[in-house]
């Protein structure tokens, strides 16, 4: 095993002896997992500002309805993943959360075709 193999590994072991043995260790692991998640979050909507400025004139070209298919397809994949914790709980609600994203997915596909489609 190469030096940086075994040192990534004894890196992560002493941050699950941390997490076990000191105390309050728990809590603070829950902390930093919270920041890291907000940090994803705000960089998923710099990422998604970022993208509508680039292409905001092909979006008004869509149309309409293949805009609000658009919108509501993005509006439907961010509940599902908001509720995710929840709809995880039970089968049924597991169930709904992949019919919400294939429902997403397949409304963003549709936009992306009719997009395709009427390109010069």
Do not use: K
Not at 22 to 31: H, K, L, S, Y
Not at 41 to 62: A, S, V
């Amino acid at each position: 095993m190469n030096p940086a193999a075994l040192r990534n590994v004894a890196i992560v072991l002493a941050l699950a002896a941390i997490v076990a043995f000191v105390p309050q260790g728990g809590e603070t692991a829950n902390f930093v997992g919270s920041v890291v998640s907000i940090a994803i979050t705000i960089l998923f909507l710099l990422l998604g500002m970022r993208l509508y400025q680039m292409f905001r004139t092909d979006i008004y070209g869509l149309g309409d309805r293949q805009r609000a298919v658009l919108y509501g397809s993005v509006g439907v994949a961010v509940f599902a993943m908001a509720a995710r914790g929840r709809l995880f709980d039970t089968g049924a609600g597991t169930f709904g959360w992949f019919v919400l994203m294939i429902a997403a997915g397949y409304g963003l596909y549709s936009c992306w075709r009719h997009y395709r489609s009427y390109q010069l």
